[in-house]
């Protein structure tokens, strides 16, 4: 009973280790859709279009998770085109998943820096000037055409060098507004330590680690996908044992019994081996017969006569003329 009450503790462990497995999949897997769906969602330009793409990147990574599925379940049949097959469809859905996913990370990425960058009080003022700037030079366009169509050439003549000088203002205030970008581009302090210590670039190591993240996410995914199904698999194969010990323990506790108490029949192999091929017999794993039984043991006529014996006299089985069938 002690053996049987391990076995179930063990079954409780490996509930919960397939408990905490199927979460963490679960929550990798939607977070793999939440990257396709965003990234399928750009390419829409009204409320509909946006939806609609979305259900498509939702769609997709579901059609990746049932790939992974066939996947696994080809493994167990023996057949070599439906294998191929499966891991041909893997693998396109599972691209399209990396590519949506690093299309995402750049994206928001992108979107992040921009909106450091708008908050900043410098780009704010520059961009107030420009938009200043641009109303100079329409207003002085318009003066310039108005003072051309009634007949004032000197006037506009003379508001031509203004024109020019308010354009080069305007320009000089643009390439401060890039360059005041350039200087307070905010990058990740994580890019900032690895370009430390291999220097690529702030730019070609961001490129690199948005690779890395889609790469993860996606080897992730299916990792954890197949490891909840080998779990849930084991699990499933260690309750069907624990339940058939559950079922046969008692039977071999009872011949543990009559061993103790002595019997006339002396066994030619040791309780432990007697107790294996009892509990086959029992299930149905060993016929009652003596050359299934040389199979198991190897032994000779006369000694495998007495594990018949002994078979006999335990009840375990009932002979039938020259025959042996097991005792209900």
Not at 19 to 42: I, R
Request: net charge positive.
């Amino acid at each position: 009973m002690n053996t049987l009450k391990f076995r179930i503790d063990n079954l409780k462990n490996q509930n919960t280790l397939t408990t905490l497995v199927s979460t963490l999949t679960l929550s990798v897997l939607v977070f793999s859709t939440y990257l396709s769906a965003s990234f399928w969602k750009q390419l829409g330009n009204t409320s509909t279009a946006c939806l609609t793409f979305a259900m498509l990147g939702v769609f997709l990574e579901l059609a990746k998770i049932c790939a992974g599925q066939a996947v696994i379940s080809s493994y167990s049949l023996n057949n070599r085109t439906l294998k191929i097959i499966a891991i041909t469809v893997l693998s396109i859905f599972t691209i399209t998943s990396f590519v949506a996913g690093v299309g995402t990370i750049a994206h928001e990425l992108k979107m992040g820096k921009e909106t450091n960058l708008n908050s900043n009080k410098e780009v704010i003022s520059i961009n107030n000037s420009i938009s200043m700037q641009e109303q100079v030079i329409a207003n002085l366009l318009q003066s310039q055409h108005a003072d051309t169509i009634h007949g004032y050439r000197s006037r506009a003549n003379a508001t031509l060098p203004l024109i020019k000088q308010a354009q080069i203002d305007l320009e000089n205030l643009q390439n401060k507004l890039s360059n005041t970008k350039i200087m307070h581009n905010t990058v990740s302090n994580v890019v900032i330590i690895f370009n430390s210590l291999i220097s690529l670039g702030q730019d070609q190591w961001e490129i690199v680690l948005i690779v890395i993240l889609g790469a993860l996410a996606e080897i992730s995914s299916l990792f954890l996908l197949y490891l909840n199904s080998a779990l849930k698999n084991t699990g499933l194969s260690k309750k069907n044992t624990s339940d058939e010990n559950a079922i046969f323990m008692p039977v071999i506790e009872d011949l543990q019994v009559v061993r103790s108490k002595g019997s006339s029949k002396e066994l030619p192999i040791s309780v432990s081996e007697y107790k294996i091929i009892t509990s086959k017999l029992i299930q149905g794993k060993l016929s009652p017969t003596q050359r299934e039984l040389k199979k198991e043991v190897r032994l000779g006529n006369e000694k495998i006569a007495k594990i018949f014996a002994r078979w006999v006299s335990d009840g375990v089985l009932i002979k039938t003329g020259r025959s042996y069938k097991v005792a209900a």
